[in-house]
């Protein structure tokens, strides 16, 4: 009986990878969206999956161990989805998500065999050793500015919150559901407003309560939702925020609906990613009419570049991290079938004449300390709040009755 080839098993595991990659994208994508949506991020990860089997047998020994290698922690990083959401009941692309990480340990079998079995054995010893410790240097480079991009940007791009938290707004509220322009269905809660104001507190509803529980006490209407491919809400996750200002502006066309609150008097208040999203949707949609961004930072290509300076990062590990944010951000442009998101100090200052209030922790190595340039870069009204020992977005628990006092008193300047 004829024995298994190493080109055989590299297939068989490429093609399980495959499997999954074309089941994600196009037999069980996310709801509320179709295979349509994906024809970027299935069908580029397939052609070069494809490519690599075809290359596979006609490489040198040493080059198959290599992209064995390579591939196996990328196959690993998809199946992490299957695993983030199997305390809530595996489904749809899941089943064949388990599967890719039997077939990525695979590849690290056939890799670490393959570069065993072809070493050089023979010629000068020193040199030998040398020339292999110079190729493991070289490895560990290609991980940091390839491997390790493109499986971070496959795993923020895939993986979201699951569950919905526990409501703890503290006031009755309603259970709600409105449509973004792309034709996403986004559910939430709103708590009604007492004053004739409404604020958007985001991302989410799970770290967004504490602003919003604040904001309620004073009167204001408070809108939490699951956004875009979060809880119960349709569509792809994206940690990084690219497109999801869409979700914000839904928000506000929602709340102008609202009898209970005037058109003219919507605000929001982001955490984090939230906060960026909610800079960058004030900068196009006029009717958000004050916004509070709490621990923005680096989401794009130019802002992480902005941040390298910012923190004095050597020249051998800016040029090195560099190349990782182009990497990671072409991976994430294939992923999420979306351009890059854009610099927000290029943004910011289209929001005037509307106030805009900045809130960073600088020491929190969050990237908080990027809001300066922010700053200058707004028009006014404009304000920057710093709090060194924060950690992020930890200013409502660092000086809460602080933060309570300029934020309400931000809103009741703006909106009142």
């Known amino acids: 009986m004829r024995s ?75 199946g992490i989805e299957a695993l983030h959401y ?9 089943f064949t998500g388990f599967l890719t990480i039997p ?48 499986g971070f940007a496959y795993v923020v791009t895939h993986n979201g919150r699951a569950v919905v938290p526990e409501y703890e707004l503290g006031a009755p509220h309603e259970n709600i559901s409105f449509r973004t322009s792309d034709g996403l269905t986004l559910r939430g809660w709103y708590v009604p407003s007492r004053n004739g104001a409404a604020v958007i507190s985001f991302p989410g509803r799970k770290g967004s309560q504490k602003p919003a529980r604040m904001l309620a006490r004073h009167g204001y209407g408070v809108l939490v939702f699951d956004r875009r491919g979060e809880g119960e809400s349709d569509g792809d996750p994206n940690a990084f925020g690219w497109g999801g200002d869409r979700d914000v502006k839904a928000a506000v066309d929602y ?37 509070v961004s709490d621990g923005a930072g680096a989401r794009a290509f130019s802002d992480s570049l902005d941040e390298q300076e910012v923190t004095g990062m050597g020249p051998a590990d800016k040029a090195i991290n560099t190349v990782g944010l182009a990497v990671r951000t072409g991976a994430m ?75 309400v008193g931000f809103y009741d300047d703006a909106l009142r």
């Open 255 to 291: 709340l102008q609906t609202r009898p209970d609150v005037d058109d003219d008097r919507i605000g929001g208040i982001g955490l984090s990613v939230g906060g960026e999203m909610m800079l960058e949707a004030a900068s196009e949609d006029r009717d958000l009419r004050a916004v």
């Open 103 to 150: 077939a990525s340990l695979i590849l690290i079998g056939i890799g670490a065999v393959t570069l065993w079995r072809t070493r050089r054995t023979e010629g000068n010893l020193p040199w030998r050793y040398t020339r292999r410790g110079l190729l493991a240097v070289a490895a560990v480079v290609v991980t940091f500015v390839t491997v390790l991009p493109i």
């Open 4 to 78: 298994i080839t190493s080109t055989q098993l590299f297939r068989a595991a490429v093609a399980v990878i495959g499997l999954h990659v074309a089941d994600d994208n196009f037999f069980h994508p996310e709801h509320g969206t179709s295979a349509a949506d994906h024809l970027i991020s299935g069908f580029v990860p397939l052609a070069l999956l494809a490519l690599a089997a075809w290359a596979f047998p006609r490489l040198r020994g040493g080059a198959r161990g290599a992209l064995a290698l390579f591939l196996a922690p990328l196959g690993i990083a998809t």
């Open 86 to 94: 199997a305390s809530t009941g595996p489904s749809g692309d899941d």
């Open 333 to 407: 442009t294939v992923f999420t079938n979306e351009p890059p998101a854009a610099n927000l100090r290029t943004l910011i200052g289209r929001i005037a004449p509307r106030p805009v209030m900045l809130i960073a922790a600088p020491n929190s190595n969050h990237g908080e300390e990027l809001n300066r340039g922010f700053y200058k870069a707004a028009h006014a009204p404009k304000t920057l709040w710093e709090i060194p020992e924060a950690s992020h977005v930890g200013g409502i628990d660092a000086r809460p009755r602080e933060y309570e006092r300029r934020v």
